[in-house]
């Protein structure tokens, strides 16, 4: 009357998954001082651009503007 069951039958241990890293699979130099010329121009024309974009008529207003006035 007992609960036998043939070891068999019992369902595999669990195993913890495997870890995965999070780095690609086809990158195998992550040296950023290894980039190409051209890497470091696209981010020196982008710096550029963007400290144009923020420092544009950065002058104007010349009083202080509240935007919400009740």
């Known amino acids: 009357m007992g609960n036998h069951v043939k070891k068999s039958q019992l369902p595999p241990p669990h195993e913890a998954p495997k870890s995965k890293g999070y780095g ?12 190409p010329v051209s890497d470091y121009q696209w981010l020196a024309a982008l710096t550029v651009l963007a400290a144009a974009v923020r420092l544009f008529r950065l002058y104007q207003p010349t009083s202080v503007v509240f935007d919400e006035v009740q």
């Open 24 to 35: 690609s699979r086809g990158v195998t130099d992550n040296d950023i001082f290894l980039l």
